[in-house]
Nanobody
Framework: QVQLVESGGGLVQAGGSLRLSCAASGRTFSNYAMGWFRQAPGKERVFVGA????????NYAGFVKGRFIISRDNAKNTLYLQMNSLKPEDTAVYYCAAYKTQLISGAVASWGQGTQVTVSS
């Protein structure tokens, strides 16, 4: 099973940007599609976006399209989430996820511990 560690969260003003990173270890990173999810206080965890194993296919939730960009560096075993034009409603714990296969149509196999993102108005 792949181990995931997120970093890069913090406090930012509305309209600002943050870049989250997810470092993977334990298995071959390029064997997995990767994704980001988030969970706001009192709400369920929801899908933010995902990328297949080689970056050739990316999918985003409607509420982040045009603002968030997922990328990955298979040589560094790292997934990124560039978040721009942040809004207070983006405040949540952000989780990195590894899918069971190279495709984003599969189920999630592993989760990171999460990193807090807080957007002030």
């Amino acid at each position: 099973q792949v181990q995931l560690v997120e970093s890069g969260g913090g406090l930012v003003q509305a309209g600002g940007s943050l870049r989250l990173s997810c470092a993977a270890s334990g298995r071959t990173f390029s064997n997995y599609a990767m994704g980001w999810f988030r969970q706001a206080p009192g709400k369920e965890r929801v899908f933010v976006g995902a990328m297949n194993w080689n970056g050739g296919n990316t999918n985003y939730a409607g509420f982040v399209k045009g603002r968030f960009i997922i990328s990955r560096d298979n040589a560094k075993n790292t997934l990124y989430l560039q978040m721009n034009s942040l809004k207070p409603e983006d405040t949540a714990v952000y989780y990195c996820a590894a899918y069971k296969t190279q495709l984003i149509s599969g189920a999630v196999a592993s989760w990171g511990q999460g990193t807090q993102v807080t957007v002030s108005s």
